[in-house]
């Protein structure tokens, strides 16, 4: 029976040993920062500079300016449009552009900036304004 006692007696023992440790790292500088950090990352506006810096036409200081439509097609329509994945019809292709072509202008921009079938709103570029997916349109209009 004593051998009994001692083993459980040893096991709380350290059990609350092993409960102390933890309660000593648990009050360390870095546990209490992990535990009451934010949830979720917050960007400052200096994490954002490289990427604001892309917003902005490169070669102005207007930091509205609208990209050009090379400069959106190559940044954000290139990787289906260049290569026809997701079945995109590929920049140049006049056969694959036609059935799109013929309905007009103004369909195909609208669809550009809202989504059509596997073709995501504005190609997914979140940052791209309106103008700018009018401009990356016209530019592959312009290549068939
Ligand atoms: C994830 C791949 C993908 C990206 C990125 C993408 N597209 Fe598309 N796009 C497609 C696919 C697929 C279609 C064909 C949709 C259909 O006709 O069913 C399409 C079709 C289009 C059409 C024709 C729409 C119509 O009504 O026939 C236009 C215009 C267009 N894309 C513009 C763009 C522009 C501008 C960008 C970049 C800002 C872009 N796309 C980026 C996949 C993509």
Known sequence: M???RNLLLAGVAAA????MAYAANNMSPEAIAERTKPIGSVYRAADL???????????S???AAA???EEVYTAACSACHGSGAAGAPIKGNAEQ?????EKGRD????????????MPPRGACGNCSDE???????????AV
């Not at 552009?97 to 072509?101: D, E, G, M, P, T």
């Not at 009018?134 to 209009?141: G, I, P, R, S």
């Open 2 to 4: 004593s051998l009994l």
């Open 16 to 19: 609350s040993l092993s409960g």
């Open 49 to 59: 500079e490289g990427f604001v810096e892309t917003a902005a036409a490169s070669d």
């Open 61 to 63: 200081d207007e930091p």
């Open 67 to 69: 990209r050009s439509g």
């Open 97 to 101: 552009w036609a059935s799109h072509v």
């Open 107 to 118: 369909t195909l921009i609208k669809h550009a900036i809202e989504g059509f079938n596997a």
């Open 132 to 142: 700018e997916i009018t401009n990356a349109v016209d530019y592959m209009l312009d």
